[in-house]
């Protein structure tokens, strides 16, 4: 919930050259441990888009992304980790390695913030700005996850 109240109350404040706008509430999604249920991981991407809808006024954009990115995390866990599936572990800098950690968020975040910035164009007319205002946003959150996973990781 603190990472939804930063999102709201100082991420969407972020406008770099306009478009690019870091979506980090995909954070919460990238974290889960990879024996957590799939009805579960959508429930909780569903509710964590729908708040980010209510209060930023984006008319559904963030439920659907959120709710795409919790259906895909497990794949994605699974094509980024060595560990075996049976064994149960979260997803970190110290246990999936600096490299796949940062691969595994980037792709996380790249199916996230396509998803809301091509359901926000909802054209092709402009597709350069989309494409900006998803590599952008998608590395700029990126580094956030990872400045994140620093912050908190050292904290414990």
Same mark, same amino acid.
């Given at each position: ?46 509710? @964590? ?10 008319? $559904?954009?963030?439920? +659907?992304?959120? %709710? =795409? *990115? ?52 909802? @054209? ?10 998803? $590599?952008?946003?998608? +590395?700029?959150? %990126? =580094? *956030? ?12």
């Amino acid at each position: 919930m603190l990472l939804l109240a930063l999102q709201i109350s100082i991420f969407n404040q972020i406008h770099i050259g306009g478009d690019v706008t870091p979506l980090l509430i995909g954070y919460m999604l990238v974290c889960f441990q990879n024996d957590v249920s799939r009805t579960g991981l959508l429930v909780w991407g569903f509710l @964590t888009g729908f708040l980010f809808d209510m209060f930023s006024n984006t008319a $559904g954009m963030a439920s +659907a992304s959120c %709710t =795409l *990115l919790a259906m895909m995390q497990p794949k994605l866990l699974k094509l980024f980790s060595t560990f075996d599936p049976n064994e149960i572990f979260t997803p970190n800098i110290q246990s999936m390695g600096l490299w796949r950690y940062l691969t595994y968020v980037f792709f996380c975040m790249l199916v996230l913030h396509t998803a809301f910035y091509a359901l926000d164009a909802f @054209t092709l007319q402009n597709w350069p700005l989309t494409l900006i205002a998803i $590599g952008g946003s998608t +590395a700029m959150a %990126t =580094l *956030l996850c990872l400045f994140s996973e620093m912050f908190v990781r050292r904290r414990k």
